[in-house]
């Protein structure tokens, strides 16, 4: 069956005693028994197995071609859930353009745990060959990568990964599975804060952990019981719910993505636009190659420094400052200062995330409306 099939019936059957054709929202914390050590159906406290999760999992397993699938409280529950499989002593090896989230997890978690990490060239698949050493166990990227949009090409570092015996973790937030599915490409670990496209309407906090091999499933889904973070019955419906109609919001969110970074790819104001549907874009014949669709996250560096990006804030009317990505509605967001507020002055100047640098997620708005008040934004 095609994606967006699955999307709207594969783990989501008619409940069978009522017929009911939305998946129920089971808002209890404990199941009789039916008898001790006798769980009906398998069903015996919620933090460990409800049946509205359980079908937001069996569904995140599916539209991203995986066999397993775990549910998250939160996209940050999501990725430290994934590190589990690593112990003091192991190294990390991750792509230098990473949200600020993971970066706070990579440094002031992992690394006080004994775990190392070391940042190389996301776009650039011999760095992390250089790289490997003998305590590297995992490979962890975004592609498109959270601010600076680079890809990766997954597949060949699955390729990489597969040689030494890695694992290749690829957060696909930015994509989303409609674009992308990083485990058809080789990777072995995918993670989504299910907060931004899955979930889709700004209303929901969640988080997605998929992969095809038993024994990491094994180690995340232990995890996942003993620490709890798990989302409540209402969330995984909500994200159940939106996952429906993602095929059609990437569509409407690429389109508008395209037509406004055309926009500011000719803009005299405008210094730099990172947006892989551009022909300017150094990889976006990667683009091509291993997503269906470009996304609707542009980012753009602006004349003129901080000043400049302070004067175009204050005059957005439709595109609203705030962080996260990925709903119905336009957001803006000023990377230094927000999303990656937990990066010093110096790691970030290192990454490129420079101080004129803005980030639009396009919403579902329409596109005209959406140029118009982008326009008046970058007035003299």
Request: glycine share 8%.
């Amino acid at each position: 069956m095609e994606f967006e099939t699955l999307a709207i019936h594969d783990g989501q059957a008619p409940e069978p005693r009522t017929g009911a054709v939305s998946v129920p929202i089971y808002q209890t914390s404990t199941f009789e028994q039916d008898g001790i050590g006798r769980p009906r159906l398998g069903y015996d406290y919620s933090r460990s197995i409800n049946p509205t999760r359980q079908a937001l999992e069996n569904a995140l397993a599916l539209i991203e071609n995986g066999t397993y699938g775990l549910a998250f409280a939160s996209g940050s529950a999501a990725t430290l859930a994934a590190l589990q499989v690593l112990k003091p002593g192991d190294q990390i090896l991750a792509g230098n353009d990473t949200y600020g989230g993971t970066y706070r997890i990579f440094e002031r978690i992992l690394r006080p745990w004994g775990v190392d990490i070391r940042y190389v060239d996301a776009d650039d698949v011999s760095r992390f060959a250089e790289a490997i050493g003998p305590a590297t166990r995992l490979i962890w990227i975004e592609s498109p990568t959270n601010p600076l949009l680079k890809l990766v090409d997954i597949h060949a570092l699955s390729v990489l990964a597969n040689q030494h015996n890695l694992l290749l973790a690829v957060d696909n937030t930015f994509a989303n599975p409609y674009f992308q599915r990083p485990l058809e490409l080789g990777a072995h670990i995918v993670v989504h804060s299910s907060t931004k496209y899955l979930g889709g309407h700004s209303d929901v906090i969640g988080g997605a952990f998929v992969c095809s091999k038993k024994d990491v499933y094994e180690t995340v889904k232990y995890y996942q019981n003993a620490a709890g973070a798990v989302p409540a019955p209402f969330d995984s419906w909500l994200i159940l719910r939106g996952i429906k109609t993602l095929k059609v919001r990437s569509r409407e969110h690429e389109a508008n993505a395209l037509h406004l970074a055309g926009v500011l790819a000719s803009h005299p104001a405008v210094e730099h636009v990172y947006y892989p549907g551009l022909k300017s874009h150094p990889q976006h014949e990667l683009a091509k190659r291993q997503m269906r669709g470009f996304g609707g996250m542009i980012s753009f560096e602006l004349k003129g420094g901080f000043p400049a990006v302070e004067r175009t804030v204050s005059r957005f009317k439709l595109f609203i400052l705030a962080e996260s990505l990925g709903g119905v509605e336009s957001l803006v967001c000023y990377p230094p200062r927000m999303t990656h507020a937990s990066l010093s002055a110096e790691e970030r100047a290192r990454r490129g995330i420079h101080d004129n640098l803005l980030r639009l997620s396009v919403g579902l708005e329409n596109a005209h409306d959406l140029e118009s008040d982008l326009l008046n934004a970058l007035k003299p």
